[in-house]
């Protein structure tokens, strides 16, 4: 086999015929279920300004710093789009969503890029799904998105997942907790791993995110975020763990699951599954009361979530959960002769006006080659076409799953095939 002469980007995959249907699946599910939720679909583009991700996520993260594609065209510059939150929100302030009245409940599906080390379940080219409920700050919401998180993988059937579950509070209690963890970090600074040095003075919660091993038992010895929130905030935090409780939704606290950015307020939470071994997210998210203000609109409140969608068919291989349905066609019409083929190109628009999907040859094969094509097309039904049947006027029809057949005429084989 010649090598190819062109080849994808590093990290970025084709989707092939045979993957694309489990694809479709869910995404067609993740519609639907949106849907009984009252969520709306909203899509942007692939490419944003630069600006919103560094305001979005922060000049100071992983994903600004090293794991953008960015690209300039004359003054302005733009990047592939790592995430969506930032691009909704966007979207919501520079279309006036706020003005449609109440609550903006939307969904989204689609691809990101980020330029890392391509490794299992995280190419550099991604996907993901998601939600945002951008002008609520009910804990209703925060367990309404949550619940359509979790609603998702349990129609899939990955059912084997753990909630986890925290707050981190109002700007306010933040300041409070940064201030501790970094007075218990401080007698120990020159022990924490580079990364967490480098985030100790401008960014101290992201430590709590370190997986470096030298950071651990300074993470596990560390003040937790609940002991300094306000009234407010605690009240908050009830309300959710209450309402996930009414719903039967388990969660486990994790005092340690913060979200980096300041515009990150109150509710945390990711789901996670043992499936997956050590790499177990399967999605997270939190509220950003104050992300819509740090873009430029007015202060609105939100709360949101992300989901890998690679993650969640790597957690379906491992659990021998298959997606989607097999390709099958209904009729392939099998001719021999000029004549019949032109009979047969004239009846597959009639086929498929009555619903049934149909296909012939394309390439003048012989009656052997077109049913073994058949085959492999896993065609329900070949309609058998030579001279004498176009003569008699009466067509084979065979069954090809149990391999019966008839001789029909192409009225009765609409009749038999349409009930």
């Known amino acids: 086999m010649a090598q190819a002469k062109y080849t994808t980007h590093l990290g970025m995959v084709d989707i092939l015929p045979d993957d694309v249907r489990k694809w479709q699946y869910l995404e067609n599910l993740i519609r639907e279920e949106a849907e009984k939720f009252n969520l709306e679909e909203i899509r942007t583009p692939i490419m944003e300004q630069t600006e919103l991700i560094v305001r979005g996520l922060g000049q100071l993260t992983d994903i600004v710093s090293k794991e953008i594609f960015s690209f300039s065209r004359g003054e302005d510059n ?15 302030v520079e279309n006036h969503l706020d003005q449609r009245g109440g609550s903006q409940k939307l969904f989204y599906i689609g691809p990101m890029f980020r330029a890392e080390r391509p490794q299992k379940g995280r190419q550099r080219q991604f996907h993901q799904f998601g939600a945002e409920v951008i002008g ?5 919401a925060d367990v309404e998105v949550i619940a359509f998180m979790i609603h998702i993988y349990n129609k899939v059937g990955i059912t084997n997942t ?16 940064k201030e501790a963890l970094k007075a218990h970090l401080k007698p120990n600074f020159d022990q924490l791993s580079d990364v967490s040095k480098k985030r100790f003075e401008n960014n101290p919660l992201r430590i709590l995110d370190s997986k470096e091993e030298e950071d651990q038992p300074f993470i596990e010895s ?19 763990k209450e309402y996930l409780s009414d719903l039967d939704i388990p969660f486990e606290e994790d005092p340690y699951l913060v979200r980096g950015m300041d ?10 599954s043992p499936d997956l071994g050590a790499q177990d997210a399967l999605a997270g998210g939190g509220r950003y009361d104050l992300l819509v203000e740090e873009i430029g609109g007015q202060p609105t409140p939100a709360v949101g979530f992300a989901a890998g969608m690679e993650r969640l068919f790597i957690a379906c291989e491992e659990l021998g959960i298959k997606l989607g349905s097999e390709k099958k066609v209904d009729v392939y019409i099998v001719t021999l002769g000029d004549e019949a083929r032109r ?4 009846k597959l628009p009639i086929l498929r006006e009555h619903g049934l999907s149909a296909t012939m040859d394309y390439m003048g094969r012989s009656m052997k080659a077109q049913m073994k094509d058949a085959n492999r097309e896993n065609a329900q039904y070949t309609l058998i076409v030579g001279g004498n049947e176009l ?3 009466k067509f084979t029809l065979r069954n090809m799953v149990e391999s019966e057949e008839n001789s029909l005429e192409f009225d009765e084989i609409l009749k038999k095939l349409s009930k």
Request: aromatic share 12%.
């Open 263 to 272: 515009y990150y307020t109150q509710t945390a939470f990711e789901l996670i």
């Open 343 to 346: 009979w047969g190109l004239s």
């Open 222 to 240: 560390a003040p937790v975020i609940t002991d300094y929130l306000g009234e407010e905030s605690l009240a908050h935090y009830k309300k959710v």
């Open 78 to 92: 733009y990047v592939l789009r790592p995430e969506l939150t930032a691009p909704v929100v966007r979207s919501y």
């Open 162 to 177: 753990s909630l986890k579950l925290n707050s981190i509070g109002d700007p306010e209690s933040r300041e409070k907790y």
């Open 136 to 140: 609520s700050d009910d804990p209703i």
């Open 391 to 393: 003569t008699e006027g």
